[in-house]
């Protein structure tokens, strides 16, 4: 099972609004509900931010959501804080039966 | 709070063996099944597995057979990774996940570095 493919990087201001996509396939993406997205900073364990597309985990700030469309799902972080620098990965339950993560996207507030 | 705590970096030699511990607290040990990750230096996180903390049964990825066995010691509400000679491919850092919703992780331990070197 491939990874999921996500951009390997993306930037933006403070204050601004960015969106980090996500792309599978109908067997995994497409498929299922079951896309999260982490975040990861430096040297730290991933947090969990999203779960089942578009669900916060209690303490997960307002300004990160998720959607899907398709085999594309998409992380947006509004009003993007210096805070927010740091890698944003993707996972998703696969028809195999296993879960892919994406390559990771290193988010650079600029 | 819930935790999960692992055990310390290891150094090891190529061939030897290491296992991992992640200790739980704040949760039923029980209730939620325990994921573990790999992340090689510089690299992305790569699923290894499950284990179900119910029954013991562990679900390997592929790629993680054979070498690689979870387990868990209820009475100490903890699980664990063992890896059995090691090569230098597994340098790498190991985390263990405890899946709250279906396939999704939180929290996460901090991390347990293993290097294989000689």
């Known amino acids: ?110 | 709070q819930v935790q999960l705590v692992q055990s310390g970096s290891e150094l090891k030699r190529p061939g030897a063996s290491v296992k991992i511990s992640c200790k739980t607290s704040g949760y039923s040990f029980r209730e939620y099944a325990m994921n573990w990750v790999r992340q090689a230096p510089g690299q992305g996180l790569e699923w290894m597995g499950w284990i179900n903390t119910n029954t013991g049964k562990p679900t390997y990825a592929q790629g993680f057979t054979g070498r690689f066995v979870f387990s868990l010691d209820t009475s100490v509400s903890t699980a664990y990774l063992q890896i059995s000679t090691l090569e230098t491919e597994d340098t790498a850092t190991y985390y263990c996940a405890r899946e709250g919703s279906p396939n999704s992780f939180d929290p996460w331990g901090q991390g347990t570095l293993v290097t294989v070197s000689s």
């Open chain 1, 1 to 110: 099972q491939s990874a999921l493919t996500q951009p390997a990087s993306v930037s933006g201001s403070p204050g601004q609004s960015l969106t980090i996509s996500c792309s599978g396939t109908s067997n995994d993406v497409g498929g299922y509900n079951y896309l999260s997205w982490y975040q990861q900073h430096p040297g730290k364990a991933p947090k969990l931010l999203i779960y089942n597309v578009s669900n916060r985990p209690p303490g997960i700030s307002n300004r990160f959501s998720g959607s899907k469309s398709g085999n594309t799902a998409s992380l947006t972080i509004s009003g993007l804080q210096a805070e927010d620098e740091a890698d944003y990965i993707c996972s998703s339950y696969t028809n195999n039966d296993i879960l892919v993560f994406g390559g990771g996207t290193k988010l650079t507030v600029l």
